[in-house]
């Protein structure tokens, strides 16, 4: 079986630039195939590859200085889901295009899965989808708000055009893995929403951490692999 590790985080990268090559390089003679993004703001992506190799790479970017702190969500699957291995260097690690969003200096509460499903059931509660239309067409939490955004760089026009419809009352915030909803959070933070949430290890690890019969999850994941999509049973 091949391993497959969706990761990212936020942190200081002085030069991301300089670090592509032995990354790149690492990832070439370890067998991993798949994207990862640099940018001054941290490390997203997901590989792909065998399991010593998967760990190596794992391993590689955790000793980065800064960057102890990686998570990731590991499963598996039957073969590998991507064609090449893609090293990118960006201005952010997932796109909102807005100067001054630093998850590091302000964010939401992370929110385990385990404990989900009681947040996201208080009747005070807005739940956002922070993913795009195409993504939310495959599945979603049960009485989710969908922005019907076409990328996330049209998420802060959305809010600041529907904010009155949530004045004053909590907001729960979700995406595929963590990042998204993550920086959503500081953006909202920033906008002065009192009180945010965003659940830790996004979707995947909801599906993950919680049973079938427990889940509020409703339909399958998109992924941005081969494999299109995963139900609880695959993430």
Excluded at 141 to 146: E, P, Q, R, T, Y
Aim: some cysteine; overall charge neutral; glycine content about 12%.
């Amino acid at each position: 079986m091949v391993t497959v590790a969706a990761l990212y985080l936020f942190a200081p990268l002085a030069d991301p630039r300089a670090l592509r090559g032995p990354l790149l390089d690492l990832c070439q003679r370890a067998g991993v195939r798949g994207t990862l993004i640099l940018a001054q703001e941290g490390v997203n992506g997901t590989i792909a590859g065998p399991g010593e190799g998967v760990a190596a790479v794992l391993a590689h970017l955790r000793a980065l200085p800064g960057c102890a702190g990686l998570r990731w969500k590991e499963s598996t699957s039957g073969t590998i889901p991507f064609g090449r291995m893609k090293v990118r260097v960006k201005r952010e690690i997932v796109t909102m295009g807005l100067p001054g969003i630093d998850p590091r200096q302000a964010v939401g509460r992370h929110v385990e899965p385990a404990d989900w499903n009681e947040v996201i059931r208080r009747p005070d509660m807005v739940l956002i989808d922070t993913r795009n239309r195409y993504e939310v067409a495959e599945g979603s939490f049960a009485g989710a708000v969908d922005p019907d955004t076409g990328s996330f760089r049209e998420f802060p026009d959305w809010w600041r055009q529907n904010a009155s419809r949530f004045a004053g009352r909590p907001v729960a915030m979700f995406c595929t893995g963590g990042i998204r909803c993550e920086k959503a959070t500081s953006f909202l933070v920033g906008e002065g929403v009192a009180e945010v949430y965003h659940l830790k290890g996004g979707i995947l690890g909801y599906l993950d951490a919680v049973p079938g019969a427990l889940s509020d999850w409703q339909g399958r994941c998109f992924v941005f692999d081969e494999r299109g999509a995963v139900g609880p049973d695959e993430a």
